[in-house]
């Protein structure tokens, strides 16, 4: 078993970056693929980047490519989410999740382990 504890959120102006971190307690990160998914107020929650068991392949949903960068260091136990030229429509609760399997998934049923969260407003 794993706890995810995400941080890095914050309140920034469209245009600007940010890196959000998973740090994975008790089973090391490196038993997982990890993703990354956000869901704003009222909407479903949606994947935004996945990364595979050992990092060699990632995956990102079609709203974020380009501007999102999904990484891992597992000496870390730790996971990142770059995120650059943020916009509004950006604004939401972003979730790490891990999935004990080798390849990164879309999907939330795939994932057995998630983190609380963390907010991420973006103004305007």
């Known amino acids: 078993q794993v706890q995810l504890v995400e941080s890095g959120g914050g309140l920034v102006q469209a245009g600007g970056s940010l890196r959000l971190s998973c740090a994975a307690f008790g089973r090391t990160?490196?038993?997982y693929a990890m993703g990354w998914f956000?869901?704003?107020p009222g909407s479903?929650?949606?994947f935004v980047a996945?990364?595979?068991?050992?990092?060699?392949?990632t995956d990102y949903g079609d709203s974020v490519k380009g501007r999102f960068t999904i990484s891992r260091d597992d000496a870390k136990n730790t996971v990142y989410l770059?995120?650059?030229?943020?916009?509004?429509?950006?604004?939401a609760v972003y979730y790490c999740a891990a999935r004990a399997a080798l390849t990164p998934s879309?999907?939330?049923a795939a994932y057995n382990y998630w983190g609380q969260?963390?907010?991420?407003?973006?103004s305007s």
């Open 106 to 108: 879309s999907s939330t």
């Open 50 to 57: 996945a990364i595979s068991r050992y990092g060699g392949s």
């Open 29 to 31: 990160s490196s038993s």
């Open 82 to 91: 770059r995120i650059n030229s943020l916009k509004p429509e950006d604004t």
């Open 38 to 40: 956000r869901q704003a």
């Open 44 to 46: 479903e929650r949606e």
């Open 117 to 122: 969260g963390t907010q991420v407003t973006v």
